[in-house]
């Protein structure tokens, strides 16, 4: 039972560059949701979707994008990549709203020089 | 705005020594607070959903319980394996998905 998979594990990127993280969850699970996490800082949620053609921007969403074709994955998109996106991003994934976010993927660490 | 506030950052105990960790949370309309345990390289594991004030809830040596500030973590006779950092995070009502995590606090327990 993989939950919640995320790739690719680390990248480093350049400034100006673009690229897609990606997620997937086979717990079939309606609500997904991308959140980053800075040093000495709590998790901020991005983005989040609530079944499949349905997503909606959280509470730092500049410089990102998301689609969710299938119930199964949710892409996070960084068109041009800026130092401040230097952080670690984690997926999630719930069966409904009230539950939250019960699974997580275990992050995409990011480098942006 | 939304506050989580934990404390302390960083604890260090002795195997088998108890303790609580403390999450104080000023928000408006608190849905629900949960607690998360996130091992170094990993993400966040669920552990426990509170609802309303004067709710507990327990797992192996961990037992949650909220008031209408603030929640603890107790931890009975702690083990090395329970070395880990704690989030808590206060889901509240807003125009999405409102969830505010705390910044954590790192548990070492030393054999």
């Known amino acids: 039972n993989a939950g919640v998979t995320q790739t690719p594990k680390f990248r480093i990127l350049k400034i100006g560059q673009s690229m897609t993280l990606q997620c997937a969850q086979d717990m079939n699970h309606n609500y997904m949701y991308w959140y980053r996490q800075d040093p000495g800082m709590g998790l901020k949620l991005i983005y989040y979707?609530?079944?499949?053609?349905?997503?909606d921007k959280g509470e730092v969403p500049n410089g990102y994008n998301v689609s969710r074709s299938t119930t199964e994955d949710f892409p996070l998109r960084l068109e041009l990549a800026a130092p401040s996106q230097t952080s670690v991003y984690f997926c999630?994934?719930?069966?409904?709203?009230?539950?939250?976010?019960?699974?997580f993927g275990d992050g995409t660490r990011l480098s942006i020089l | 705005e939304d506050q989580v506030t934990q404390s302390p950052e960083a604890l260090r105990l002795q195997e088998g020594e108890s303790s609580s960790l403390n999450c104080s949370y000023t928000?408006?309309?608190?849905?629900?607070l949960f607690w998360y345990r996130q091992d170094p390289g990993k993400g966040p594991e669920f552990l426990f959903t509170l609802y309303s004030a004067g709710e507990e809830k327990e797992k192996e040596r961990l037992k949650a319980t909220l008031t209408k500030k603030e929640s603890f973590l107790h931890i009975t006779a702690p083990k090395p394996e329970d070395s880990a950092t704690y989030l808590c995070a206060a889901w509240t009502s807003g125009g999405y998905q409102k969830v505010t995590f705390g910044t954590g606090t790192k548990l070492q327990v030393i054999p």
């Open positions: 928000v408006s309309g608190l849905r629900g």
């Open positions: 999630a994934s719930s069966y409904s709203s009230r539950e939250q976010p019960q699974h």
């Open positions: 979707s609530v079944g499949a053609g349905i997503t």
